[in-house]
């Protein structure tokens, strides 16, 4: 059996950190990823209906752990899931590196709340599986098919579906114009500099949305709740 120490717990290509209660309980419920270890601070009330999935448990004091941001007094550690096949499944987001793991764990949780099916993430983007984004996203990401790509001008070439760029310029289609099909995706941009020239070549449009011209730019995890209402409002047939 694997030993977790909470001091030297680290972001693993191999395993989720997940905090709270409610995380770790939406976790468990998702059969693809298995329930490792759980850390649980003295000072809660103990779980107990969590006690039958975790192979073992450890009670410590987490005020006593230096440097420690453990606010909800539960850790559970679960061994990660293959990421699956490059299989897209519309409509589907893809992030272009969007480097904020606030962002990404707001996207995840707006698009999946809105019945987005797939998400990726090329290599200039944080992992949705980094631990501050599962505490954003609130354990979403089990709702969704998620991948990596490290060659995303070659995704967009061979993808089946339509794929759509975001960025506020002159030459985009306003969001108001826009009548996004029904089975396709669309691109949310680095925080800094929006998408990567070369990819929005490959885009079958580029979209934005209309603010005021002093403000120039959103948030990335609110441009994507944007975006993604009005395809769940607006998308075609």
Not at 154 to 177: D, M, Q, V
Request: hydrophobic share 40%; proline share 6%.
């Amino acid at each position: 059996m694997i030993k977790f120490d909470i001091n030297s717990l680290k972001e693993n290509d191999d395993y989720i950190l997940a905090d709270s209660y409610k995380v770790v309980e939406k976790i468990i419920l998702n059969s693809n990823y298995k329930p490792l270890h759980l850390f649980v601070d003295e000072n809660i009330e103990f779980p107990n209906d969590l006690k039958e999935f975790f192979p073992s448990i450890s009670i410590i004091n987490f005020s006593k752990i230096p440097g420690s941001k453990y606010h909800k007094g539960i850790i559970g550690i679960f061994e990660k899931a293959p990421l699956p096949n490059a299989e897209i499944v519309p409509p589907f987001v893809i992030l272009n590196g969007v480097t904020s793991p606030e962002n990404v764990g707001a996207i995840v949780r707006t698009i999946s709340g809105l019945g987005f099916k797939t998400l990726i993430f090329d290599n200039k983007s944080v992992s949705p599986f980094l631990r501050r984004c599962i505490r954003v996203s609130m354990g979403n990401f089990v709702f969704l098919n998620i991948f990596k790509t490290d060659q995303l001008d070659e995704l967009i070439r061979s993808c089946p579906y339509p794929i759509y760029g975001t960025a506020n310029e002159k030459n985009s289609t306003s969001l108001a114009k826009w009548n996004p099909e029904k089975l396709s995706g669309f691109i949310i941009g680095s925080e800094g500099h929006g998408m990567d020239d070369t990819i929005k070549d490959l885009c079958e449009l580029m979209v934005k949305i209309p603010i005021k011209e002093e403000v120039q730019h959103l948030n990335a995890g609110h441009s994507c709740a944007i975006i993604a209402s009005r395809y769940l409002f607006d998308s075609t047939k």
